[in-house]
């Protein structure tokens, strides 16, 4: 007998791709099914060279599934799980589109910043948590048992992936049009990004930033939720011309003094890879592709207990290395 399917519902998203990418790399590959976020005939998506099939949104095509990742938009996504919810067994659900984040069975899920393993509950609604607070959580974690955090503010670059491919297509369009002078798009942040910083979009943007930034704060909030972890830091989030990855910009105050060389030693280890002075500075660009979070630790002039921390990640493949984790620990559990 076929082993059950592993459904990607919103196959042809950023993220959809990415999850393609790295379950097409492992065993898993023969048991993945593509799904669209149309109830609309197959259509074909590219890949790089190669053309993917992917099979409409509908309840034949996510029967049989044991795993059902939602990786596109919250409609599909809604729809998606209330078709699993019918089948019989209903198959695990991994949300990363943060749909079903309300939803009164959902758990934020981080295993990359998880303290224990994650016990197994039927029904349970797995929503991954967002990337830039799973990196947020793992570093003050990490740092704080170590040396004792007092306080922190920290800034986040927010990279245009994070709103999709229209997103990005508005980024780009607006960089070219900028030097060829000619009339901005502004569907998506209304407002310039292009060689510009945003603090909030437009207001006639179908999102506010804040938004986003407030979701952050939940998750970190909820993953830093136990009686040893650092406290809340004073966060802000800020829209940055660039692709893909976050870059993050950490003070941080600890009870007593602490040198730069040992904070870098109390953060280093999987999945972090500390860069040190001598070397190549972190950057978005040099995160791409890449899993893990890279960190470099420079001192506080003006502070001798307070030490500055720049971070980077690719924000896609850290929710997809998080999602990846989550669902090798769920099948892990039905065997």
Known sequence: MREPAIVIVGSDSLLGRELRELLGEGPLSSRLRLVGEESTEA???????EAVVLAPLEEENLSGASLLFLAGHAASSRRSYGIAQKLEPPPEV?????????????????????????????????????????????????IHEAYPVRRSVIEIFEPASERGRKGIEELQKQTVNLLSFQKLPQEVFD???????????????????????????????SLLADTVSAPMPSLRLVQAPVFHGYSV????????????????????????????????????VGASGQSGITVSVDPDRNNPRALWFWLVADNLRLMADNAVLVAAGLLEGRK
């Not at 510009?196 to 179908?206: F, I, S, T």
């Not at 007593?256 to 953060?267: Q, T, Y």
């Open 43 to 49: 259509i074909l998506s590219g890949s790089g060279d």
């Open 94 to 142: 991994v949300d990363l589109s943060f749909a079903l984040e309300d939803h009164p069975q959902a758990r934020l899920r981080s295993p990359l910043s998880e303290r224990e393993p994650f016990p197994p509950s039927p029904g349970t609604v797995h929503v991954v948590a967002h990337p830039a607070a799973a990196a947020l959580a793992l570093f003050l974690r990490r």
């Open 191 to 221: 407002a310039q990004l292009g060689f510009n910083l945003l603090p909030r979009y437009g207001a006639e943007a179908k999102e506010p930033l804040s938004e986003f930034e407030m979701r952050i704060e939940r998750h970190l909030a």
């Open 249 to 284: 910009s950490a003070w941080v105050e600890f009870d007593a003094p602490v040198d730069p060389e040992s904070a870098a030693s109390a953060l280093a280890g999987n999945p972090i890879e500390i860069r040190k002075a001598d070397e190549e500075p972190p950057s978005n």
